[in-house]
C-alpha cells in the first residue's frame, strides 16, 4: 500500500535569487493524494486535511496567523504535512470545485481532519441566521455540517469561542460552544468532535499567532490540549497576560498610572485586564518584538469570555483606588493592606520614573 | 444576435467579508450586474453607549488587514472633538503605522490575492505564461507568494515595534500615541524599512525606486519594460506582460470619477514634502481634472440597501445604521449603504490617489486607455514607491528628536462632534463621532469598500464595481475570471461570489456580506 508523505522542506533562501518553488512538488503530493483517495486508501494517509472556515469577524486571525515565526505558515503546513483544502483568503480554488469539496465533506469521502472557524456564528435575526448567508442560505448551515464532520474542531479568536462581537446585539454573534461565559453556544454543550474532543478555543483578539500554529502542531500530531473551564489550552491560557509584563515591577509597589505615555503600573487607573485574564502576550512577544502593554497600551482582556467588556477601555472601576476587579484568585481585605505597604516601599527610581517609556 | 444570458458562478474570495454580485450576461459581454454584501456586523449599533475612547478598541476590528487605519480615523475625530493637535513625534509614529499597513496589504493584495488568479489552471492554461504565473503565485508555494508572507511579515514588525502588535492595538490616543520606541528599536525600525524596500525593488520593481519614479508616460512605460530583463521579469513586469495579454487593460472602467480625503498629516517640522499639512493631497476627480475637496458633499443612500429607510440620503453625521431585513422583497438587496459625493458615485483607492495627486504615468493611462483593471492593479503594486523614502526619513527624525514630546494629555473628551477622514490601503475611510457625557452618541463608518462596492442610489445608479463590470468580455461563462479580476481590481474587503441571472429574474439575488 502506498503511503503518502509530503517532503519536509528546507527554508527557501530568499536573499539571493529563489530557487524551487515546491509548486511542482506540492501538485505531486495533491495528485498522490486524490489517487489514494480513488483508491479507498485514506486510512493510509499521512496527509492530514485542514479547511478555514470564515464566521462572522474580520479576518485578523488569519492576519495574525500569517506572522507565524519558525516555522513560518508555509513551512509549518509542510512540515506538518497538512493540506490545507481551503482558506477564504489563500486559496484560488473556483466555487465550482469548493461545491463539490464542501460535498464531499458532507457526504464523507473527503476526509476532514482540522476545522478552524475564524468569527462567530451569526444566528439573528431572530435565529435565523439571514444576517449572513452564501447563495441566500444562512452560512450558519455550513458551520454545522462542516463541525460534524472533522476530527478536531479549533475555535480561532474570540468571536469564534465565545461569539464576541455582537454578542448582545441583533447579529446574535455566537460562539461555536460557548455564548460569552455560558456554555452551549452554536454546536451545543454536548458537541464533541469525532476525535471526542470539544471545540478548541484559541481565544484572542485577534489570537497570538503562537497559540495558532501551536495548535494546529498539536492537532496534527494527534496529541489531546488540556483545557480549562472555558475550553482554553492549558498550553497558553493557565497564566495571566501579566505575566512577563515588563511594567511588573511597578505593579508590585503600586507605581500607578492615570495617564498614558508613562512607564508605570496601568491597572489601578487605566483599565488594563493583564492580571484578570489569562494569555500568552507577555510570554510569548507579538509579530516576534513586542506587546501592547509594553507599548503603553492596557490589555483590553480580548482572551475573556466577555470580551468586548460592556464598561469603558481605558477606565478602571474602582473603590477607593482598588479595582473592583482584583487579580486572579486574590483576597480583597490582603491585597489592600498588601498594596498599601507595597506602596510604602516602593524603590525611589520607581517613584521618580522620568524616561518616558 | 440571440441574447443568451445564463447562471455563473464567479471565484470572488480572498477579501474580508462575504460579497455576493449577481450578473446578467449577453452575447458573452456583463450587461448588468448588483453587488450585494451578505454579511452585516451592526458595529455602528455597538458603538452608541459606550465610552468616549472605546472606538480606539472596536473600530479596528471592524477589519483585521485594515486595523490602524481605522485606529486612524477614530483618533483623528477625537483629536478633532478634544482640540488637540498631537507633537510631531506621535504624527511620525501614527503616519509610519499606517504606511506600514498599507505598503504589507498592497504587496499581499497583489500577489496573495490578485495575481494569485493569473495561477487558475481553468481560467489560463492557455495563456502563454500560464506556466510561469504557476511558479510565482500558487498558494503557499509559489515562489513571489512564498516571498511576499516572509517579507511582509518582517515589515510588520515596524507596527509592533510602535504599537505593541499587530493586527489590532490601539496604541494612538488623542493627543498623540501612548509610547516612542528605544532609539535602538527606532534604529531596528530602520533596517527593517531598509532589508524591505532592497527586497521590493528587487522582486516587485525590478528596478531602483528612484528608475521606476522616472517613468512619466505609457511609451516611457514600454521603454522601460524593455530596457531590461530584471524588468520584464519582476512582478511588475509579468503583470503588465500578462495583463495585457488577458486584456486586463480594456476591461473594468468604472465611473471615471475619483475621490481621495487625503492622508499622513505632516508633521510641523519635516523634510517630508506635501501639500498643504498632508503628505497626500485629498480631492475629487473627473477623469483627470481634479477638484477641491469638501467633506459636506458626501451622502449615504439606502435606497437599495437593507436598513431602515429615511425620506433622502444624509450626511454621515445624521445617519443612522438600522438593520431591516426584509427577506427577499423588492429592491434591497445589499448590507452595503451606497455613499455619494455631490450625488455621483466615484472610485476610491490607490488609482484615485495616483490621478488626485498628478501622477504623469497613470494619468497618461486614463486619458489613453481610460480607468481599467490593469491601471488599477499597477497602481496598487506600485503605490509602496511613494510611502518608502518618506517612512526612511520619519524614521531618521524620530532618531534624532526622540526625546520630543509624543502626547499631550486629554484627560476627558468634551462634547462635541468630529471626523476622521483618512486614505485606508483600499480608499477613503471616515468615521463620523459625536460625543456627549463622555459617551459615544453618534458612530458612522464609511469604508473604501462601500465607496466601490455600493449598490445602486435612488436614481438607480450602479455602484463603482458594478458599472465597471458592464461591457465586460467573459469567455468562459462556467469561469468567468474576468469579471473576477474586475471587482478585485477594487481591492474589495469582502468575501465574493459573484453570480448570474437569467434575464429579468431577479429571484435568487440575495444577501450580502460586509466587513463593517
Same mark, same amino acid.
Given at each position: 500500500m502506498k503511503k503518502i508523505k509530503n517532503n519536509v522542506d528546507a527554508e527557501v533562501d530568499i536573499s539571493d535569487g529563489i530557487p524551487d518553488t515546491g509548486c511542482e512538488r506540492n501538485f505531486r503530493v495533491i495528485d498522490a493524494l486524490r489517487e489514494s483517495l480513488g483508491n479507498g486508501k485514506m486510512e493510509e494517509k499521512a496527509l492530514?486535511?485542514?479547511?478555514?472556515?470564515?464566521?462572522?469577524?474580520?479576518?485578523?486571525?488569519?492576519?495574525?496567523?500569517? /506572522?507565524?515565526?519558525?516555522?513560518?505558515?508555509?513551512?509549518?503546513?509542510?512540515?506538518?504535512?497538512?493540506?490545507?483544502?481551503?482558506?477564504?483568503?489563500?486559496? *484560488?480554488?473556483?466555487?465550482?470545485?469548493?461545491?463539490?469539496?464542501?460535498?464531499?465533506?458532507?457526504?464523507?469521502?473527503?476526509?476532514?481532519?482540522?476545522?478552524?472557524?475564524?468569527? /462567530?456564528?451569526?444566528?439573528?435575526?431572530?435565529?435565523?441566521?439571514?444576517?449572513?448567508?452564501?447563495?441566500?442560505?444562512?452560512?450558519?448551515?455550513?458551520?454545522?455540517?462542516?463541525?460534524?464532520?472533522?476530527?478536531?474542531?479549533?475555535?480561532?479568536?474570540?468571536?469564534?469561542?465565545?461569539?464576541?462581537?455582537?454578542?448582545?446585539?441583533?447579529?446574535?454573534?455566537?460562539?461555536?460552544?460557548?455564548?460569552?461565559k455560558q456554555r452551549g453556544g452554536f454546536l451545543g454543550k454536548d458537541f464533541t468532535s469525532k476525535s471526542g474532543q470539544p471545540v478548541i478555543n484559541l481565544a484572542g483578539c485577534p489570537c497570538h499567532h503562537d497559540v495558532i500554529a501551536g495548535a494546529l502542531m498539536a492537532a496534527a500530531k494527534g496529541? *489531546?490540549?488540556?483545557?480549562?473551564?472555558?475550553?482554553?489550552?492549558?498550553?497558553?491560557?493557565?497564566?495571566?497576560?501579566?505575566?512577563?509584563?515588563?511594567? *511588573?515591577?511597578?505593579?508590585?509597589?503600586?507605581?500607578?498610572? /492615570?495617564?498614558?505615555?508613562?512607564?508605570?503600573?496601568?491597572?489601578?487607573?487605566?483599565?488594563?485586564?493583564?492580571?484578570l485574564v489569562p494569555g500568552p502576550c507577555n510570554k510569548s512577544l507579538w509579530n516576534q518584538q513586542s506587546s501592547k502593554t509594553r507599548a503603553g497600551v492596557p490589555c483590553f482582556g480580548c482572551t475573556d469570555p466577555e470580551f468586548p467588556r460592556a464598561t469603558p477601555f481605558f477606565q478602571t472601576p474602582n473603590i477607593e483606588g482598588i479595582p473592583l476587579s482584583l487579580p486572579m484568585g486574590v483576597n480583597r481585605a490582603h491585597y489592600m493592606v498588601y498594596k498599601g505597604m507595597a506602596a510604602a516601599a516602593a524603590p525611589e527610581h520607581l517613584k521618580n520614573r522620568k524616561s518616558k517609556v | 444576435m440571440v441574447k443568451i444570458a445564463k447562471g455563473?458562478?464567479?471565484?470572488?474570495?480572498?477579501?474580508?467579508?462575504?460579497?455576493?454580485?449577481?450578473?446578467?450576461?449577453?452575447?458573452?459581454?456583463?450587461?448588468?450586474?448588483?453587488?450585494? =454584501?451578505?454579511?452585516?456586523?451592526g458595529f455602528e449599533g455597538m458603538m452608541r453607549g459606550r465610552g468616549a475612547l472605546d472606538g480606539l478598541v472596536m473600530?479596528?476590528?471592524?477589519?483585521?488587514?485594515?486595523?490602524?487605519?481605522? #485606529?486612524?480615523?477614530?483618533?483623528?475625530? #477625537?483629536?478633532?472633538?478634544?482640540?488637540?493637535?498631537?507633537?510631531?513625534?506621535?504624527?511620525?509614529?501614527?503616519?509610519?503605522?499606517?504606511?506600514?499597513?498599507?505598503?504589507?496589504?498592497?504587496?499581499?493584495?497583489?500577489?496573495l490575492m490578485f495575481m494569485v488568479d493569473f495561477a487558475n489552471r481553468e481560467a489560463y492554461d492557455k495563456h502563454p505564461l500560464w506556466n510561469e504565473a504557476l511558479v510565482r503565485y500558487q498558494p503557499l508555494a509559489g515562489r513571489a507568494a512564498v516571498e511576499v508572507i516572509r517579507e511582509s511579515k518582517r515589515l510588520i514588525q515596524v507596527m509592533a515595534i510602535i504599537g505593541g502588535q499587530w493586527p489590532h492595538t490601539s496604541f494612538m490616543v488623542p493627543g498623540g500615541v501612548t509610547s516612542i520606541p528605544e532609539v535602538s528599536k527606532l534604529l531596528q525600525c530602520r533596517i527593517i524599512v531598509e532589508r524591505f524596500c532592497?527586497?521590493?525593488?528587487?522582486?516587485?520593481?525590478?528596478?531602483?525606486?528612484?528608475?521606476?519614479?522616472?517613468?512619466?508616460?505609457?511609451?516611457? #512605460?514600454?521603454?522601460?519594460?524593455?530596457?531590461?530583463?530584471?524588468?520584464?521579469?519582476?512582478?511588475?513586469?509579468?503583470?503588465?506582460?500578462?495583463?495585457?495579454?488577458?486584456?486586463?487593460?480594456?476591461?473594468?472602467?468604472?465611473?471615471?470619477?475619483?475621490?481621495?480625503?487625503?492622508?499622513?498629516?505632516?508633521?510641523?517640522?519635516?523634510?517630508?514634502?506635501?501639500?498643504?499639512?498632508?503628505?497626500?493631497?485629498?480631492? $475629487?476627480?473627473?477623469?483627470?481634472?481634479?477638484?477641491?475637496?469638501?467633506?459636506?458633499?458626501?451622502?449615504?443612500?439606502?435606497?437599495?440597501?437593507?436598513?431602515?429607510?429615511?425620506?433622502?440620503?444624509?450626511?454621515?453625521?445624521?445617519?443612522?445604521?438600522?438593520?431591516?431585513?426584509?427577506?427577499?422583497?423588492?429592491?434591497? $438587496?445589499?448590507w452595503v449603504k451606497a455613499p455619494r459625493y455631490c450625488g455621483e458615485v466615484v472610485e476610491t483607492g490607490p488609482l484615485a490617489e495616483m490621478v488626485i495627486g498628478g501622477n504623469p504615468l497613470f494619468c497618461d493611462m486614463i486619458e489613453k486607455d481610460g480607468p481599467n483593471v490593469m491601471a488599477r492593479?499597477?497602481?496598487?503594486?506600485?503605490?509602496?514607491? =511613494?510611502?518608502?523614502?518618506?517612512?526612511?526619513?520619519?524614521?531618521?527624525?524620530?532618531?534624532?528628536?526622540?526625546?520630543?514630546?509624543? $502626547?499631550?494629555?486629554?484627560?476627558?473628551?468634551?462634547?462635541?462632534?468630529?471626523?476622521?477622514?483618512?486614505?485606508?490601503?483600499? =480608499?477613503?475611510?471616515g468615521h463620523w463621532v459625536k460625543i456627549q457625557d463622555e459617551k459615544i452618541t453618534h458612530y458612522q463608518i464609511i469604508t473604501p469598500t462601500a465607496w466601490n462596492g455600493s449598490p445602486r442610489d435612488e436614481n438607480g445608479v450602479r455602484g463603482a464595481w458594478e458599472e465597471a463590470l458592464i461591457g465586460t468580455k467573459v469567455k468562459d461563462i462556467n469561469n468567468p475570471v474576468e469579471a473576477g479580476h474586475v471587482v478585485r481590481s477594487f481591492d474589495p474587503c469582502l468575501v465574493c461570489a459573484v453570480h448570474c441571472l437569467k434575464k429579468g429574474r431577479e429571484t435568487g439575488i440575495v444577501k450580502l456580506g460586509f466587513a463593517q
Amino acid at each position: 500500500m502506498k503511503k503518502i508523505k509530503n517532503n519536509v522542506d528546507a527554508e527557501v533562501d530568499i536573499s539571493d535569487g529563489i530557487p524551487d518553488t515546491g509548486c511542482e512538488r506540492n501538485f505531486r503530493v495533491i495528485d498522490a493524494l486524490r489517487e489514494s483517495l480513488g483508491n479507498g486508501k485514506m486510512e493510509e494517509k499521512a496527509l492530514k486535511t485542514a479547511y478555514w472556515l470564515q464566521g462572522g469577524g474580520c479576518g485578523g486571525d488569519t492576519f495574525s496567523f500569517l /506572522s507565524s515565526e519558525s516555522p513560518d505558515v508555509i513551512g509549518l503546513l509542510r512540515t506538518l504535512d497538512i493540506h490545507l483544502l481551503r482558506h477564504p483568503s489563500l486559496s *484560488n480554488i473556483s466555487p465550482a470545485t469548493h461545491e463539490a469539496l464542501l460535498e464531499d465533506i458532507v457526504a464523507g469521502r473527503q476526509e476532514l481532519d482540522i476545522l478552524l472557524v475564524e468569527g /462567530s456564528v451569526i444566528c439573528g435575526p431572530a435565529g435565523t441566521g439571514m444576517f449572513h448567508t452564501v447563495d441566500g442560505h444562512p452560512k450558519k448551515e455550513r458551520v454545522y455540517s462542516l463541525a460534524s464532520q472533522a476530527q478536531v474542531v479549533i475555535a480561532v479568536g474570540t468571536c469564534a469561542s465565545f461569539g464576541g462581537f455582537g454578542s448582545d446585539d441583533a447579529i446574535e454573534a455566537t460562539g461555536l460552544q460557548f455564548v460569552k461565559k455560558q456554555r452551549g453556544g452554536f454546536l451545543g454543550k454536548d458537541f464533541t468532535s469525532k476525535s471526542g474532543q470539544p471545540v478548541i478555543n484559541l481565544a484572542g483578539c485577534p489570537c497570538h499567532h503562537d497559540v495558532i500554529a501551536g495548535a494546529l502542531m498539536a492537532a496534527a500530531k494527534g496529541v *489531546n490540549l488540556e483545557l480549562d473551564k472555558f475550553q482554553r489550552p492549558l498550553e497558553w491560557y493557565a497564566t495571566t497576560v501579566h505575566q512577563g509584563c515588563t511594567r *511588573n515591577e511597578y505593579h508590585e509597589y503600586r507605581v500607578e498610572e /492615570s495617564d498614558f505615555g508613562e512607564m508605570g503600573c496601568l491597572f489601578f487607573h487605566m483599565g488594563c485586564a493583564g492580571p484578570l485574564v489569562p494569555g500568552p502576550c507577555n510570554k510569548s512577544l507579538w509579530n516576534q518584538q513586542s506587546s501592547k502593554t509594553r507599548a503603553g497600551v492596557p490589555c483590553f482582556g480580548c482572551t475573556d469570555p466577555e470580551f468586548p467588556r460592556a464598561t469603558p477601555f481605558f477606565q478602571t472601576p474602582n473603590i477607593e483606588g482598588i479595582p473592583l476587579s482584583l487579580p486572579m484568585g486574590v483576597n480583597r481585605a490582603h491585597y489592600m493592606v498588601y498594596k498599601g505597604m507595597a506602596a510604602a516601599a516602593a524603590p525611589e527610581h520607581l517613584k521618580n520614573r522620568k524616561s518616558k517609556v | 444576435m440571440v441574447k443568451i444570458a445564463k447562471g455563473i458562478n464567479i471565484p470572488l474570495n480572498r477579501a474580508e467579508g462575504d460579497l455576493q454580485i449577481n450578473v446578467e450576461i449577453e452575447g458573452g459581454v456583463i450587461s448588468e450586474a448588483w453587488s450585494a =454584501g451578505t454579511m452585516f456586523r451592526g458595529f455602528e449599533g455597538m458603538m452608541r453607549g459606550r465610552g468616549a475612547l472605546d472606538g480606539l478598541v472596536m473600530t479596528p476590528r471592524v477589519c483585521g488587514i485594515c486595523s490602524i487605519t481605522h #485606529l486612524t480615523a477614530a483618533v483623528e475625530a #477625537l483629536d478633532t472633538i478634544a482640540g488637540v493637535t498631537p507633537p510631531d513625534n506621535a504624527r511620525r509614529l501614527r503616519n509610519l503605522a499606517l504606511m506600514v499597513e498599507t505598503v504589507q496589504s498592497d504587496v499581499r493584495h497583489a500577489i496573495l490575492m490578485f495575481m494569485v488568479d493569473f495561477a487558475n489552471r481553468e481560467a489560463y492554461d492557455k495563456h502563454p505564461l500560464w506556466n510561469e504565473a504557476l511558479v510565482r503565485y500558487q498558494p503557499l508555494a509559489g515562489r513571489a507568494a512564498v516571498e511576499v508572507i516572509r517579507e511582509s511579515k518582517r515589515l510588520i514588525q515596524v507596527m509592533a515595534i510602535i504599537g505593541g502588535q499587530w493586527p489590532h492595538t490601539s496604541f494612538m490616543v488623542p493627543g498623540g500615541v501612548t509610547s516612542i520606541p528605544e532609539v535602538s528599536k527606532l534604529l531596528q525600525c530602520r533596517i527593517i524599512v531598509e532589508r524591505f524596500c532592497s527586497w521590493y525593488e528587487r522582486s516587485i520593481l525590478g528596478c531602483s525606486i528612484e528608475r521606476w519614479q522616472a517613468i512619466g508616460s505609457v511609451g516611457d #512605460l514600454d521603454a522601460w519594460l524593455d530596457e531590461s530583463p530584471a524588468h520584464r521579469d519582476s512582478e511588475v513586469g509579468f503583470f503588465i506582460r500578462f495583463s495585457r495579454e488577458a486584456g486586463l487593460h480594456t476591461c473594468g472602467r468604472g465611473p471615471n470619477r475619483f475621490l481621495s480625503y487625503g492622508n499622513l498629516p505632516l508633521p510641523l517640522d519635516t523634510a517630508v514634502q506635501g501639500t498643504g499639512s498632508r503628505m497626500l493631497a485629498a480631492g $475629487y476627480a473627473v477623469s483627470t481634472t481634479v477638484h477641491h475637496f469638501e467633506a459636506a458633499q458626501i451622502t449615504e443612500d439606502v435606497s437599495h440597501s437593507w436598513y431602515e429607510q429615511g425620506s433622502v440620503p444624509v450626511h454621515p453625521f445624521a445617519g443612522k445604521t438600522k438593520p431591516y431585513a426584509s427577506g427577499q422583497s423588492g429592491q434591497l $438587496y445589499s448590507w452595503v449603504k451606497a455613499p455619494r459625493y455631490c450625488g455621483e458615485v466615484v472610485e476610491t483607492g490607490p488609482l484615485a490617489e495616483m490621478v488626485i495627486g498628478g501622477n504623469p504615468l497613470f494619468c497618461d493611462m486614463i486619458e489613453k486607455d481610460g480607468p481599467n483593471v490593469m491601471a488599477r492593479q499597477l497602481a496598487r503594486l506600485v503605490r509602496p514607491t =511613494g510611502l518608502l523614502a518618506p517612512m526612511s526619513v520619519w524614521l531618521g527624525e524620530l532618531v534624532d528628536k526622540r526625546g520630543d514630546a509624543f $502626547y499631550r494629555s486629554v484627560l476627558t473628551i468634551p462634547d462635541g462632534q468630529g471626523a476622521g477622514m483618512i486614505q485606508a490601503a483600499r =480608499g477613503a475611510l471616515g468615521h463620523w463621532v459625536k460625543i456627549q457625557d463622555e459617551k459615544i452618541t453618534h458612530y458612522q463608518i464609511i469604508t473604501p469598500t462601500a465607496w466601490n462596492g455600493s449598490p445602486r442610489d435612488e436614481n438607480g445608479v450602479r455602484g463603482a464595481w458594478e458599472e465597471a463590470l458592464i461591457g465586460t468580455k467573459v469567455k468562459d461563462i462556467n469561469n468567468p475570471v474576468e469579471a473576477g479580476h474586475v471587482v478585485r481590481s477594487f481591492d474589495p474587503c469582502l468575501v465574493c461570489a459573484v453570480h448570474c441571472l437569467k434575464k429579468g429574474r431577479e429571484t435568487g439575488i440575495v444577501k450580502l456580506g460586509f466587513a463593517q
